[in-house]
């Protein structure tokens, strides 16, 4: 049960990653949509190496 929860977090995670890449955006935490490619959130400067880090995966 554990594992099949954990498998569908999974999921999510790569279907959010892969809308992301079909819209070429993603959304900060604070709320604003910043072009896939940037480092950092030009509003409140959150860097966004843990999605990096996620795609070289
Ligand atoms: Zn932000």
């Keep these: 049960m554990m594992d099949q929860i954990h498998r ?3 999921e999510i995670e790569y ?3 892969q809308i992301n890449h079909a819209t070429d955006e993603k959304q900060c935490t604070c709320g604003q ?3 896939v ?21």
């Design 15 to 17: 279907n959010l990653n």
């Design 8 to 10: 569908l977090q999974d």
């Design 37 to 57: 490619g940037a480092r950092f959130c030009p509003v409140c400067g959150k860097p966004f190496i843990e999605i990096e880090r996620r795609e070289e995966l």
């Design 33 to 35: 949509v910043v072009p």
